[in-house]
């Protein structure tokens, strides 16, 4: 496992683009037809909200 070393500016930043591309997440999943797309969209989210926790941050409540 590589380990990323970020300052707070920097975590913060990464935080806040992590957040706007699950709330991006949310308008594709809601809108996808293709079940397998959708699932796949899913993962992606999955992914990603471990990332945002990793980094401290809190999570806006699930629409």
Not at 34 to 42: C, P
């Amino acid at each position: 496992m590589e380990v990323l070393q970020l300052n707070e500016t920097e975590r913060e930043l990464l935080a806040e683009v992590l957040k706007n591309r699950l709330a991006a997440l949310e308008v594709e999943i809601t809108h996808t037809d293709r079940s397998e797309f959708r699932a796949l969209l899913k993962e992606r989210r999955s992914v990603l909200n471990g990332i945002v926790e990793q980094l401290g941050e809190r999570l806006p409540a699930a629409v």
